[in-house]
């Protein structure tokens, strides 16, 4: 009976997903195994590379709590969090979804054995200013006098009880406007230590997550994830040794024109600047072709304050690194879902989505 319930769950996730964000394989779900790219012209498989880079400026500012409450009228909306262990690599992410259907999603990543992606059953996401968004799966909560966020999981396959502390604030940004839609994000949580417990899927007791790397987003706006106008997108985070981070974020428009942001988050600054990016080290999983390496180069950079970005910064080059991938292709939408770094002793995550049309041959 439980097996039966699963998997109604899961196929009704991947209709979900189909209209918001996430492709969500069979459950559990496990990562295809990546081969180095095919070359020369008998290749069929395309590279699903960047044609050129859009460096017009979108609006951005520090951000805050205060940004991060719900959107009325938004046909996307989710709030996504993720707790990353620098020294095993376990890594498990919660996802809420107010529109288009109100949805939870977790990701488990353990030390070792395959990553799981599993739809967590909800009746209902609410979200109102706080900011709170909560379902009866979980809830995450801005606690104004402990000036952190507190994510609490209690969903059939997780539980958690885990507070981002120390956190240091990334950029609010948008309106960023491609292929008739229009999105919008906020980073308040770019990289913090968390403290608090974990009992993931199939453990039989909670572990500690004192110590971990933890990171929170969210997205709203006037866009469809599958909408096959656009190409796709690409996003990283980077946990990096010395308690800064890394963050990557923009749209791939249907043209293959990038339009997106680099940013270096410390612990005295947030700052970024829109940016060129190189693809490289291509692989292949499936009909899907990735990149193992991100670059991304900046002459100048500008300071993130509450009132707007303001103030040159030095210019930014950084590449994210694939180490562990983990691919999840649903048709309509495929990514690597990966571990990454930056630096030596950094820890984080990669996507490189591509939407159907953007990865099938052109003549």
Known sequence: MVRRFTVRRAAAAVVLAAAALVPVNALPAAGAQAAPAAEGPDSWIPRTDIERSDLTQVPGKLAEPSDDGPHPGSTTEWWYSHVMDPETRRTFIAMLFTEPIPTGLIFWYPEDGPKTVLPEPVAKVTATEGPVVKSSAGSLEWDPGRRAYHLRWHGLFAKADIWF??????????????????????????????????????????????????????????????????????????????????????????????????????????????????LSNWRTSGLFSYPETTTLTCPSSLLATPE????????????FHVVDPFILDFGLLALPESLGRTVPGSLGLIEHIRTLKARLPRS
């Not at 990096?240 to 612990?267: C, F, H, I, N, Y």
């Not at 707007?308 to 590449?319: D, E, H, K």
Request: net charge negative.
């Open 165 to 278: 502390d120390n956190a240091l604030p990334g950029v609010t940004g948008g309106p960023i406007r491609y292929d008739g839609q229009t999105m919008y994000w906020t980073a308040p949580v770019a990289t913090s230590r968390v403290n608090g417990w974990l009992q993931p899927p199939g453990a039989s007791s909670p572990i500690s997550v004192n110590g971990w790397r933890g990171y929170h987003d969210h997205n709203w706006g006037s866009f469809n994830v599958v909408d096959q106008r656009y190409s796709g997108w690409e996003w990283g985070v980077s946990h990096e040794p010395d308690g800064s981070a890394t963050l990557l974020g923009g749209v791939v428009k249907g043209d293959g024109t990038w339009q997106g942001v680099v940013g270096r988050v410390t612990a005295d600054e947030t700052y970024g600047c829109m940016t060129s990016i190189e």
């Open 308 to 319: 707007g970005l303001r103030g040159a910064r030095p210019g930014i080059r950084t590449s």
